[in-house]
């Protein structure tokens, strides 16, 4: 990004900056009027042409230009793989169609991330193709833009997009022609530093409801004594902390692995997860440790807990983190090569991690390159597992016939065997580090 005139900074201090800003008791207010800038245009700068980052990215980070990002639609919610709007070649242009809603800052970004469909989903074989990416001009000939007002946030204003006969340069198609198609695969590169930034600003609200709540609590008297001294307000405002406490590390934890390359999306959705459930409890918390004036808007309780129960919607739901993280774990407990070597990189950025947090730092370039050498050892190893194991199965194949190697039966020893072995190389790799 320093080549565009950026800093060259990471989602790590993406997240430090968006905590702070929460923090500040700005919360989402003061977060979401510049994350959009932040992390909204990571398909472009990982996805883009070289042109297109060269005209795109730096009257963005120069904040002469700001976009919005126009993902989400009516009819289809969550399942985004359906969504409706579409995008028609015309030669140089594309025309769009369609609905968009929810699409944060349209009344004053002049560009937008746009996600269409540019194959009628009943001509695509996997439901994830033929979505494509456009980076353009938010043109208000073309789009109706209304305003949608809502309980909080209210500093970022948030709109339903209405589109017809709306002409788009094919030069803004990111990735250029040849990308077309591959926009839902671009939008999920980005959606793990939204997520991740998401939970560091559910962090600020939940630390910033925190302190005030802390604070009231020691100078409030009843019963002629401070209410803090009373059990049953310590210990709720204890687990609280503990709870955001808990959720700092993993925040930290998964900024960091995102930085360093790793594409999974478990530990930024557990970041998001943990940090807008702990934000939410302790602006709820905050209240009723308020009582009365808890509710009244004057002393700003009741807005940290507006503020919080948003992220617990946007950008993605809590019970959509479990479905995910359900099914990516399993796909990660199976024994296919690639879950092996995620599951290798994963460990070797944690242990980076937590040698870090604990202060243990000291050789650790050397611990690194060795992890690195034994990691390339073991994918070598998993490789040749992989081909012993097929030859075991061909030999049972020869030995008992295809029809005891049919799927429904239970594995076979070979199975099994294949499975220990792996599970000793990841034992001896976990001792060697
Ligand atoms: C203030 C705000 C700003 C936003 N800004 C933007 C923006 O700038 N750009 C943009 O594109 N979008 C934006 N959004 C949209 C946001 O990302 C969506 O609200 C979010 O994706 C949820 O979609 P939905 O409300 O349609 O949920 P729905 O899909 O209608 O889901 C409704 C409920 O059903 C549950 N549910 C759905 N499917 C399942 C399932 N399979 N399993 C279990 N539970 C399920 C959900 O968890 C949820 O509780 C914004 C939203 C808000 C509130």
Same mark, same amino acid.
């Given at each position: 990004?320093?080549?565009?005139?950026?800093?060259?900074?990471?989602?790590?201090?993406?997240?430090?900056?968006?905590?702070?800003?929460?923090? #500040?008791?700005?919360?989402?207010?003061?977060?979401?009027?510049?994350?959009?800038?932040?992390?909204?245009?990571?398909?472009?700068?990982?996805?883009?042409?070289?042109?297109?980052?060269?005209?795109?990215?730096?009257?963005?980070?120069?904040?002469?230009?700001?976009?919005?990002?126009?993902?989400?639609?009516?009819?289809?919610?969550?399942?985004?793989?359906?969504?409706?709007?579409? %995008?028609?070649?015309?030669?140089?242009?594309?025309? /769009?169609?369609?609905?968009?809603?929810?699409?944060?800052?349209?009344?004053?970004?002049?560009?937008?991330?746009?996600?269409?469909?540019?194959?009628?989903?009943?001509?695509? =074989?996997?439901?994830?193709?033929?979505?494509?990416?456009?980076?353009?001009?938010?043109?208000? =000939?073309?789009?109706?833009?209304?305003?949608?007002?809502?309980?909080?946030?209210?500093?970022?204003?948030?709109?339903?997009?209405?589109?017809? =006969?709306?002409?788009?340069?094919? *030069?803004?198609?990111?990735?250029?022609?040849?990308?077309?198609?591959?926009?839902?695969?671009? +939008?999920?590169?980005?959606?793990? /530093?939204?997520?991740?930034?998401?939970?560091?600003?559910?962090? !600020?609200?939940?630390?910033?409801?925190?302190?005030?709540?802390?604070? @009231?609590? !020691?100078?409030?008297?009843?019963?002629?004594?401070?209410?803090?001294?009373?059990?049953?307000?310590?210990?709720?405002?204890? *687990?609280?902390? +503990?709870?955001?406490?808990?959720?700092?590390?993993?925040?930290?934890?998964?900024?960091?692995?995102?930085?360093?390359?790793?594409?999974?999306?478990? @530990?930024?959705?557990?970041?998001?997860?943990?940090?807008?459930?702990?934000?939410?409890?302790?602006?709820?918390?905050?209240?009723?440790?308020?009582?009365?004036?808890?509710?009244?808007?004057?002393?700003?309780? *009741?807005?940290?807990?507006?503020?919080?129960?948003?992220?617990?919607?946007?950008?993605? #739901? %809590?019970?959509?983190?479990?479905?995910?993280?359900?099914?990516?774990?399993?796909?990660?407990?199976?024994?296919?090569?690639?879950?092996? /070597?995620?599951?290798?990189?994963?460990?070797?950025?944690?242990?980076?991690?937590?040698?870090?947090?604990?202060?243990?730092?000291?050789?650790?370039?050397?611990?690194?390159?060795?992890?690195?050498?034994?990691?390339?050892?073991?994918?070598?190893?998993? =490789?040749?597992?992989?081909?012993?194991?097929?030859?075991?199965?061909?030999?049972?194949?020869?030995?008992?016939?295809?029809?005891?190697?049919? #799927?429904?039966?239970?594995?076979?020893?070979?199975?099994?065997?294949?499975?220990?072995?792996?599970? #000793?190389?990841?034992?001896?790799?976990?001792?060697?580090?």
């Amino acid at each position: 990004m320093k080549d565009f005139g950026g800093s060259a900074l990471g989602i790590s201090e993406a997240a430090v900056m968006l905590q702070t800003i929460a923090e #500040s008791g700005a919360c989402m207010n003061g977060a979401s009027s510049v994350h959009m800038n932040i992390f909204g245009l990571e398909p472009v700068a990982k996805f883009g042409m070289a042109a297109q980052k060269e005209r795109w990215l730096p009257p963005l980070i120069q904040g002469q230009e700001r976009a919005c990002f126009g993902v989400t639609e009516p009819n289809t919610g969550l399942d985004t793989l359906k969504l409706q709007s579409t %995008a028609r070649r015309e030669g140089d242009y594309y025309i /769009a169609k369609g609905y968009k809603v929810f699409i944060s800052t349209a009344q004053m970004a002049q560009k937008i991330l746009l996600l269409a469909r540019t194959t009628p989903i009943e001509e695509v =074989d996997k439901p994830s193709c033929r979505l494509s990416l456009f980076y353009t001009d938010l043109n208000r =000939d073309a789009v109706q833009i209304t305003y949608i007002p809502k309980m909080g946030r209210s500093a970022v204003d948030t709109n339903a997009l209405f589109f017809e =006969d709306w002409t788009i340069p094919a *030069e803004d198609l990111v990735g250029g022609f040849n990308a077309e198609g591959d926009g839902f695969k671009m +939008i999920l590169h980005g959606i793990n /530093a939204e997520r991740v930034l998401m939970a560091a600003e559910a962090l !600020g609200i939940g630390f910033a409801a925190l302190r005030r709540v802390s604070q @009231y609590a !020691g100078e409030r008297m009843v019963f002629n004594k401070p209410i803090n001294t009373y059990q049953s307000i310590q210990h709720p405002l204890t *687990e609280c902390w +503990i709870q955001l406490e808990s959720a700092r590390l993993v925040v930290y934890l998964a900024v960091r692995m995102y930085d360093e390359g790793y594409a999974g999306g478990e @530990y930024a959705n557990a970041a998001k997860f943990l940090a807008s459930e702990a934000a939410f409890k302790t602006a709820e918390r905050a209240i009723r440790t308020h009582g009365n004036i808890g509710y009244a808007k004057k002393y700003h309780i *009741e807005r940290y807990l507006r503020k919080a129960t948003l992220s617990r919607i946007a950008p993605v #739901s %809590a019970e959509m983190i479990k479905n995910y993280i359900r099914l990516r774990r399993s796909i990660l407990r199976g024994f296919h090569k690639q879950a092996v /070597a995620e599951a290798v990189k994963a460990r070797e950025i944690e242990e980076d991690v937590i040698l870090a947090l604990t202060g243990l730092r000291t050789d650790l370039s050397q611990k690194i390159k060795k992890i690195k050498n034994i990691s390339g050892d073991f994918r070598n190893n998993v =490789d040749k597992e992989m081909d012993a194991t097929k030859k075991a199965v061909k030999n049972l194949q020869d030995n008992l016939g295809q029809a005891e190697l049919d #799927s429904s039966a239970p594995p076979q020893t070979s199975d099994r065997e294949c499975h220990t072995r792996q599970a #000793s190389h990841v034992g001896t790799l976990y001792q060697a580090v």
